[in-house]
T-cell receptor, first 115, second 115 residues
Framework: ETGVTQTPRHLVMGMTNKKSLKCEQH?????MYWYKQSAKKPLELMFV???????ENNSVPSRFSPECPNSSHLFLHLHTLQPEDSALYLC??????????????FGPGTRLTVL | EDQVTQSPEALRLQEGESSSLNCSYT??????LFWYRQDPGKGPEFLFT???AGEEKEKERLKATLTKKESFLHITAPKPEDSATYLC????????????????FGQGTILTVHP
């Protein structure tokens, strides 16, 4: 595997279900991100982990719960979602070094549909 | 508040018809401007990073430029395979002493190139 991978690619869930999205980066980066992309709206940053520590939580509802067990893996745990949570969820990673502002590399995304 | 505005929202070109996409930004302390390409159902693909006014970068038919208030993505003699959504993002200072990529995205320009 290369780059940033995400599973599953598609997920349909009911409002009472619990599911998890998985992201893995094979780039040796030290920061990972979750974004939400809804139709007609810009990408929204949800969570940031740098060196496995959550450093940003952009007022995301508690029904979304991130987990970063190590620098290569990132999860997004979902429970009691709402239909408006249907979107493309993107994972990204970057190498954060002092004084360098490097690009983020994105995975293919998980298309989530909440019924 | 940091803002990124892309124009036009959609652009239709004939193959070979050169044009430019615009990204206007208002941020406090720019740490880099990024261009991405996104194909339907896929994650954004990194194209360019620009750090300072006057900087230019090229890749095949694409050329990105940066001023203090905006960036342009010039497309020379486009081909149908250049059809995609082009995203612009600005990096702003992260909170506290931790370095991470806090990106603010524009809503994108949907480019369609007809043969």
């Amino acid at each position: 595997e290369t780059g940033v991978t995400q599973t599953p690619r598609h997920l349909v869930m009911g409002m009472t279900n619990k599911k998890s999205l998985k992201c893995e980066q094979h780039l040796g980066h030290n920061a990972m991100y979750w974004y939400k992309q809804s139709a007609k709206k810009p990408l929204e940053l949800m969570f940031v982990y740098s060196l496995e520590e959550r450093v940003e939580n952009n007022s995301v509802p508690s029904r979304f719960s991130p987990e970063c067990p190590n620098s290569s893996h990132l999860f997004l745990h979902l429970h009691t979602l709402q239909p408006e949570d249907s979107a493309l969820y993107l994972c990204a990673s970057s190498q954060e070094d002092s004084g360098a502002y490097n690009e983020q590399f994105f995975g293919p995304g998980t298309r989530l549909t909440v019924l | 508040e940091d803002q990124v505005t892309q124009s036009p929202e959609a652009l239709r070109l004939q193959e070979g018809e050169s044009s430019s996409l615009n990204c206007s930004y208002t941020v406090s302390g720019l740490r880099g401007l990024f261009w991405y390409r996104q194909d339907p159902g896929k994650g954004p693909e990194f194209l360019f990073t620009l750090y300072s006014a006057g900087e230019e970068k090229e890749k095949e038919r694409l050329k990105a430029t940066l001023t203090k208030k905006e960036s342009f993505l010039h497309i020379t003699a486009p081909k149908p395979e250049d059809s995609a959504t082009y995203l612009c993002a600005v990096r702003v200072p992260s909170a506290g002493g931790t370095s991470y990529g806090k990106l603010t995205f524009g809503q994108g320009t949907i480019l369609t190139v007809h043969p």
